[in-house]
């Protein structure tokens, strides 16, 4: 919980304008609000610069009066940090026979390459870490570094005063690499983490790995009925063409089971696609640029999707049971053959539509990204960290926590499995990113264009697997052409390279290879602040209230005039509240 408004301004003698070559390899992301999702995000591997560019820091030597760098130095003596870590139960299942996660590939590497081991304080999954990490916050007794996974467990402790000011440590330790992974979100990262001038922690990035929310149709369903919205095969539709494919399907039950056109989950995020094909967003903070705030949920463009939704329920090409299904049942429907139309990140065959491939082997995607009436396709930046890790105040090596991050995120993305065959044969074999001592990813915004272009070009023959950037590229990247030996006759053994081939090829071939060559991404940078004390009092049920909304209107219950008594209710309930303290406390931060 914020109690005051705590100035953060960004420190940009943080950030280093070096640009060095790069490839970078991209993950399989996540999806909001589903434990998939989550899944994907734990699957994120590390891109990768120039060998060359990080010898040259790595080995800098004192020339010229300069001081030689000491990102990469050693402790002459063991050093041993007590940490606090997640340890979700998929995490400990990938360790190796007879490890641990104080002893496992990554922690091992720490130790050759540094001289640092650890001892876990803490070691827990998801929200008893979170409260395990409250606890110590209260007592003040946190441990000597630790990963934190909630931003407002940042801002408590920075209030409470328990952070060490790593500033000049970053300043000082940080490789190049590491500079330019965080230059290239353009400061968003660090300004998060900046607290009065002072860098409170070295935030994970996150690549925007949801976005865009992509069209996913059933090309063989298509193919059956001779459809196809996509004439000029610029992989980008309008919603009006989406209602097309869903109408014909519904209109030939294509399934034979009774198709359903368009299924939705109960939350209010599913519709971020329509009201984007709208020109709007769902659930953001968007700054005005005139010093206020809006709550993107209350534009017209919502309300105008929320129309268009009904319409859809009232013809039956939205399911008839809009508003009770959640995302389980949702994919229920896809996997039982009872729905061709669903809608999420480029990353969807490597987990959900793997089971409908399990359970209907004829079964083809396709994927769309979705623009509006003058051709645009509205894409919001995600929040761009995704975990911080800190250092105690009073520890005497706050340094550590830069040279692990070098180490973990710049030095060992160059390794092969000549050079480090312990790490890269565990992530080869699904190990875990998160064994490591840190749980955040340090990916640069261009993570999911590079991974594109890598298996693209071993899909094009120009790039053999075995030369691709990362072991996670050459993994996929060599199961992909397994597949692709027999694309007709897809088995037990071949499916993961299937589901490979959908998501790096066929979805990033939308997401990133069709929106970069339409050249209409029109991107929005919304504000995510931590939680002000109006918005932790009001906001739990002015999503309540915006829900109701969203389902009576959609299913007819209140007519789309209720949209505007609607808005008043959410601004006097507390909203117009959560707004003027928010723009107060950007306007002084």
């Given at each position: 919980m914020l109690k005051g408004?705590?100035?953060?301004?960004?420190?940009c003698a943080v950030l280093?304008?070096?640009?060095?070559?790069m490839?970078?390899?991209?993950?399989?992301g996540?999806?909001?609000?589903t434990?998939a999702?989550n899944?994907?995000?734990?699957d994120?591997?590390q891109s990768t610069?120039?060998q060359?560019?990080?010898d040259a820091q790595g080995s800098?030597s004192?020339?010229?009066?300069e001081?030689?760098?000491?990102?990469f130095?050693?402790?002459?003596?063991e050093?041993?940090?007590?940490?606090?870590?997640?340890?979700s139960q998929?995490?400990?299942?990938?360790?190796?026979?007879?490890?641990?996660?104080?002893?496992n590939p990554?922690?091992r590497?720490?130790?050759e390459k540094?001289?640092?081991?650890?001892?876990?304080?803490?070691e827990?999954?998801?929200?008893d870490?979170?409260?395990?990490?409250?606890?110590?916050t209260?007592?003040?007794?946190?441990?000597?570094?630790f990963?934190?996974?909630n931003?407002d467990t940042?801002?408590?402790?920075?209030?409470?005063?328990l952070?060490c000011?790593l500033?000049?440590v970053f300043?000082?330790?940080?490789?190049?690499y590491i500079?330019e992974?965080?230059?290239s979100f353009?400061g968003?990262?660090l300004d998060m983490?900046t607290f009065d001038g002072?860098?409170m922690a070295?935030p994970g990035?996150?690549?925007d790995?949801g976005?865009?929310?992509?069209c996913?149709?059933?090309?063989?369903?298509?193919d059956?009925?001779?459809?196809?919205?996509d004439?000029?095969?610029d992989?980008?539709?309008?919603?009006?063409?989406?209602?097309?494919?869903a109408r014909?399907?519904?209109?030939k039950d294509?399934?034979?089971?009774?198709t359903?056109?368009?299924?939705?989950?109960?939350?209010?995020?599913?519709?971020?696609?329509?009201a984007?094909?709208?020109?709007?967003?769902?659930g953001?903070?968007?700054?005005?640029g005139?010093?206020?705030?809006?709550?993107?949920?209350?534009?017209d463009?919502?309300?105008?999707?929320?129309?268009i939704l009904?319409q859809w329920?009232e013809e039956g090409?939205?399911d008839?049971?809009f508003?009770t299904?959640?995302?389980?049942?949702v994919?229920?429907?896809?996997?039982?053959n009872?729905?061709?139309?669903?809608f999420?990140a480029?990353?969807?065959?490597d987990?959900r539509?793997?089971h409908?491939?399990?359970?209907?082997p004829e079964?083809?995607?396709i994927a769309?990204t979705?623009?509006?009436?003058?051709?645009k396709?509205?894409?919001?930046h995600?929040?761009?960290?995704n975990n911080?890790i800190?250092?105690?105040?009073d520890?005497?090596h706050?340094e550590a926590?830069v040279k692990?991050?070098?180490?973990?995120?710049?030095?060992?993305?160059?390794?092969t499995?000549?050079?480090?065959?312990?790490?890269?044969?565990f992530?080869?074999?699904?190990?875990?990113?998160?064994t490591k001592p840190?749980?955040?990813?340090?990916?640069?915004?261009?993570t999911?264009d590079v991974y594109y272009n890598e298996?693209?070009?071993?899909?094009?023959?120009?790039?053999?697997p075995?030369?691709?950037?990362?072991?996670?590229n050459?993994n996929?990247?060599s199961?992909?052409?397994?597949?692709?030996k027999?694309?007709?006759?897809?088995t037990?053994?071949?499916?993961t390279g299937?589901?490979?081939?959908n998501?790096r090829i066929v979805?990033?071939?939308?997401a990133?290879?069709?929106l970069?060559a339409?050249?209409n991404?029109n991107w929005?940078?919304?504000?995510?602040?931590?939680?002000?004390?109006?918005?932790e009092q009001?906001?739990?049920?002015l999503d309540t209230?915006?829900?109701k909304?969203?389902?009576?209107i959609?299913?007819g219950?209140?007519?789309i005039e209720?949209f505007?008594q609607?808005?008043a209710?959410?601004m006097?309930y507390?909203?117009a509240d959560i707004?003027a303290?928010?723009?107060?406390y950007?306007a002084?931060?």
């Amino acid at each position: 919980m914020l109690k005051g408004k705590a100035k953060r301004l960004i420190s940009c003698a943080v950030l280093s304008t070096t640009v060095l070559a790069m490839t970078a390899c991209g993950s399989t992301g996540t999806d909001t609000n589903t434990a998939a999702g989550n899944q994907a995000a734990q699957d994120n591997t590390q891109s990768t610069n120039t060998q060359a560019a990080a010898d040259a820091q790595g080995s800098a030597s004192a020339t010229g009066g300069e001081v030689a760098f000491k990102g990469f130095e050693p402790y002459e003596e063991e050093l041993n940090i007590h940490i606090g870590r997640l340890a979700s139960q998929h995490t400990v299942s990938t360790l190796l026979p007879g490890d641990t996660l104080e002893d496992n590939p990554y922690t091992r590497y720490v130790k050759e390459k540094l001289n640092i081991t650890f001892t876990d304080e803490i070691e827990a999954a998801d929200e008893d870490y979170k409260n395990h990490i409250a606890l110590a916050t209260s007592s003040g007794d946190i441990p000597e570094m630790f990963t934190v996974t909630n931003y407002d467990t940042l801002v408590d402790l920075v209030e409470s005063d328990l952070l060490c000011d790593l500033t000049d440590v970053f300043n000082e330790y940080a490789s190049d690499y590491i500079r330019e992974i965080y230059d290239s979100f353009d400061g968003r990262g660090l300004d998060m983490v900046t607290f009065d001038g002072k860098l409170m922690a070295l935030p994970g990035t996150n690549a925007d790995n949801g976005v865009p929310t992509l069209c996913w149709i059933r090309k063989d369903w298509m193919d059956k009925l001779g459809i196809n919205p996509d004439e000029d095969g610029d992989l980008c539709v309008t919603y009006e063409e989406i209602a097309d494919v869903a109408r014909a399907f519904v209109d030939k039950d294509v399934s034979g089971k009774g198709t359903i056109g368009i299924a939705m989950s109960d939350g209010i995020g599913d519709a971020e696609w329509i009201a984007n094909a709208n020109g709007g967003f769902v659930g953001k903070w968007l700054d005005n640029g005139d010093g206020t705030i809006t709550w993107s949920t209350l534009s017209d463009a919502n309300k105008k999707s929320w129309e268009i939704l009904h319409q859809w329920f009232e013809e039956g090409i939205l399911d008839p049971q809009f508003g009770t299904r959640t995302y389980e049942d949702v994919t229920a429907l896809l996997i039982d053959n009872k729905c061709g139309i669903a809608f999420g990140a480029w990353h969807m065959p490597d987990w959900r539509f793997s089971h409908v491939k399990d359970a209907n082997p004829e079964a083809e995607y396709i994927a769309y990204t979705i623009k509006d009436s003058t051709g645009k396709v509205n894409l919001a930046h995600e929040n761009p960290t995704n975990n911080f890790i800190v250092v105690r105040k009073d520890y005497p090596h706050p340094e550590a926590a830069v040279k692990i991050q070098n180490v973990l995120f710049d030095e060992l993305v160059h390794e092969t499995l000549d050079t480090a065959p312990e790490v890269m044969s565990f992530v080869q074999n699904g190990g875990d990113n998160f064994t490591k001592p840190v749980q955040i990813e340090c990916l640069p915004s261009t993570t999911k264009d590079v991974y594109y272009n890598e298996h693209q070009a071993v899909l094009k023959g120009e790039l053999l697997p075995e030369n691709t950037s990362t072991a996670e590229n050459k993994n996929s990247s060599s199961i992909m052409l397994e597949y692709l030996k027999d694309p007709e006759h897809v088995t037990e053994e071949t499916r993961t390279g299937w589901s490979f081939y959908n998501s790096r090829i066929v979805g990033l071939g939308a997401a990133i290879g069709g929106l970069n060559a339409n050249g209409n991404a029109n991107w929005v940078s919304p504000l995510y602040p931590p939680t002000l004390e109006a918005m932790e009092q009001k906001k739990a049920a002015l999503d309540t209230l915006e829900l109701k909304a969203y389902i009576q209107i959609v299913t007819g219950e209140q007519p789309i005039e209720y949209f505007e008594q609607y808005k008043a209710d959410w601004m006097s309930y507390g909203g117009a509240d959560i707004i003027a303290e928010m723009e107060d406390y950007y306007a002084n931060k």
